[in-house]
């Protein structure tokens, strides 16, 4: 008959079922808890067992022993130390032994005897017993028949200068109590195992395995849909190692939903900006064509300006063109030539709108003329315009308003170039600083994207250098652009999470 394969459970659910398996015998954690809990159990009962039944076994034969000995004690008060056949075989009897001799002064004297038998019964020495033998002895009184007999020779308790008793004693009474003993110890074992087992079970079951299947079904529900309510897992305040996996469930489920949201904005922000980038191509277009027409203007100011608004439009042009490289992670790698620093900090803080005058945000700049570095320049105004902006920002929400400076400075430390931009204003956040570089997460303002810092974060990187903060607080805020000099190493990608 041929096999028919059960349709496999939809992938939404295929968790769900696999849970519902597990959570049930005999494949759940909690029945193999059960079951290990017992086997130990029963597994350290068989290792009990045999010194057990050695002892009872032993015990038996020095009971047998002791009574032929207070038994043969009864021919030394009799009328020539004889008894006669009637009370010889009562005496042995009562002391469940077939056969009482006796050994004194190297002479071994028969004291009581009752019919021989055809087959010599196998011997013991309980003297002078070796582990092994002693270990082995019970079960082979097991697995022999109840028709043989067992010569035992033990040391004597009430005679004194007796060298050793012996006895001989039927084997099947031996055989049979020890079978007994030997049902009640496995019946004592599974007993003591199962109750052990039910126990543990239901100790590490409270303990353990609910919270366990607790934290399972919150990351199985969070894989399927991350925005269910249900998925949320709520920390017990456990201190153990089960309340900080569940406290780590807890941030773990925090985060990727603050990485999922800014995806699905980075998404949107693609979508929207694949929309109007050709429209703004166009417009830009149309600027560039009416700064070509302003040319002509015989007026000297607007030849002065003129230069600046092409250089801004011919910036504006690229970045419509590349913008869309953002939102799939990825930048145009840098080109890096020789370029004075002062001037790079001075056009980007005129298009950071900070002023060199006391009435807006001030913009002072501690460079030389002389100072070098080697940077993209477009990528590099980028980087200087952005953190400029975020300072200018900054400074311009206080309440009460200041009187806001933002401070540019270079020194060179080895083979790295650093540039430093400190600023005067509120500083940032706790929560601003523990998402510094990540888009839609490190804004300190309200109203703010979070893209400023993430962009200029991995223009840096992929230059080779660094971008960090050094400072912050409520006495300004200081950022170091760390570039490496001409030849010292090559640029080096951001990471796609960055």
Known sequence: ?????????????????????????????????????????????????????????????????????????????????????????????????????????????????????????????????????????????????????????????????????????????????????????????????????????????????RPMQRITRAMERFRADPDDPAAHLEPSGRRDEVGRAEAELDRMQADLRTALASRARLAALGEAVAKINHDLRNMLTSAQMASERMASVPDPRVAQALPRLERALDRAVRLASDVLAYGKTQEAPPSPVSLALAQALDDAAEEGRLSDRPEGVLFVCEVGPEVQVQADPDQLHRILVNLMRNAREAIEAVTPPRSGVVRAGWRREGETDIITLADNGPGLSDRARDRLFQPFAGSGRPDGAGLGLAIAHELVLGHGGELSLTATGPAGTVFEIQLPAAGARGPRRARPDA
Do not use: C
């Not at 099947?172 to 496995?186: D, H, I, N, T």
């Open 1 to 209: 008959m041929a096999e028919v394969q059960a349709p496999e459970p939809a992938a939404g659910k295929a968790g769900w079922g696999r849970t519902g398996r597990r959570l049930f015998w005999p494949g759940g954690l909690s029945a193999r808890l059960l079951v290990l809990t017992a086997l130990f159990v029963a597994l350290a009962g068989a290792f009990i067992l045999p010194p057990a039944l050695a002892a009872f076994e032993r015990n038996w034969l020095l009971d047998r022993v002791r009574a032929a000995e207070l038994a043969s004690l009864a021919t030394e008060v009799a009328p020539d130390r004889v008894v006669t056949e009637k009370l010889s075989a009562q005496l042995l009897a009562g002391a469940g032994v077939e056969t009482v001799a006796i050994q004194s002064k190297g002479l071994r004297r028969l004291v009581l005897q009752g019919p021989r038998r055809d087959e010599a019964p196998y011997f013991v020495d309980l003297r002078q017993q070796a582990v092994s033998s002693w270990l082995i002895a019970p079960f082979q009184t097991l697995s022999a028949g109840d028709d043989r007999a067992v010569r035992v020779i033990a040391e004597p308790r009430f005679r004194e200068e007796a060298e050793f008793i012996e006895v001989v004693a039927p084997h099947a009474p031996l055989k049979g109590e020890l079978k007994a003993y030997l049902w009640q110890l496995v019946f004592t074992t599974l007993f003591v195992a199962g109750l052990a087992g039910a126990l543990v079970f239901l100790s590490l079951n409270f303990f353990l395995v």
